[in-house]
């Protein structure tokens, strides 16, 4: 992770030199502020990776000498199928037509929007993964 912090520091740095040249050069507003808005970014994901590496010390990916095994384990939990994002993205769906064709729409989208995001919020917490 630590070489990979590097990158996005290099990557903050160009954004950073950067952002007055494109303003010195366009005068564009938009793309001055996008170019802010990337440099942050880049910054924040440089920090957070570089506050990892400095908490739990160097990977196997920091080391000349690793073997590929070192990297192997279990990356994390991922659902193997739910509709809650399928429900949640019609109302979404639903919301942005409503929107663009009628407001009308959004009253009747919006509370299948809120329940896929309650349902997909709450999905583990339901049947044998209640807390009680």
Request: no cysteine; proline share 8%.
């Given at each position: 992770m630590k070489i990979t912090a590097r990158i996005f520091l290099i990557v903050a740095i160009f954004f950073f030199l950067d952002?007055?040249?494109?303003?010195?050069?366009?005068h564009d507003?938009?793309?001055?502020?996008?170019?802010?808005?990337?440099?942050?970014?880049?910054?924040?994901?440089?920090f957070y990776l570089d506050f990892t590496v400095r908490r739990i010390g160097p990977g196997p990916d920091d080391r000349d000498d690793a073997e590929p095994y070192e990297g192997a384990?279990?990356?994390?939990?991922?659902?193997?199928?739910?509709?809650?994002?399928?429900?949640?993205?019609?109302?979404?769906a639903g919301v942005f037509l409503g929107i663009a064709v009628g407001f009308w729409l959004c009253?009747?989208?919006?509370?299948?929007?809120?329940?896929?995001?309650?349902?997909?919020?709450?999905e583990y917490y339901r049947g044998e993964n209640k807390h009680y």
């Open positions: 952002v007055p040249v494109y303003w010195w050069l366009s507003p938009t793309g001055t502020a996008a170019l802010i808005m990337a440099f942050g970014m880049s910054g924040m994901i440089y384990g279990e990356l994390g939990f991922f659902s193997p199928h739910s509709w809650w994002p399928f429900v949640m993205a019609a109302g979404a009253y009747f989208a919006l509370p299948f929007m809120a329940y896929g995001i309650y349902g997909l919020v709450f």
